[in-house]
């Protein structure tokens, strides 16, 4: 699974096993209902969130990731959920 969700740009439905995985693992920051994930690498971004009753993530791609970090300089930026 782990390679069919890293593919930059493309939205994944995921289980909501790893939904709670990514939520306990990497502790994402939340914006507008949407959390953002700060992969190990400190590169890339992934989002996560939930519409009725699914689960989705996406890997950002390298051009987005840049875009977002620029509008969040720091990681500590965003809320905790």
Do not use: N
Not at 9 to 17: A, D, L, Y
Not at 64 to 76: C, D, F, G, N, W
Request: glycine share 6%; with cysteine; proline share 6%.
């Amino acid at each position: 699974m782990l390679a069919r969700i890293s593919v930059p740009g493309i939205v994944h439905p995921i289980t909501s096993e790893a939904f709670c995985h990514f939520l306990e693992v990497y502790r994402p920051g939340c914006v507008a209902g949407v959390f953002l994930v700060d992969i190990d690498d400190g590169k890339r971004l992934r989002l996560l969130w939930s519409s009725r009753g699914q689960r989705f993530c996406r890997l950002l791609t390298a051009e987005e990731a840049m875009a977002v970090r620029e509008q969040l300089p720091s990681m500590t930026a965003i809320e905790s959920p």
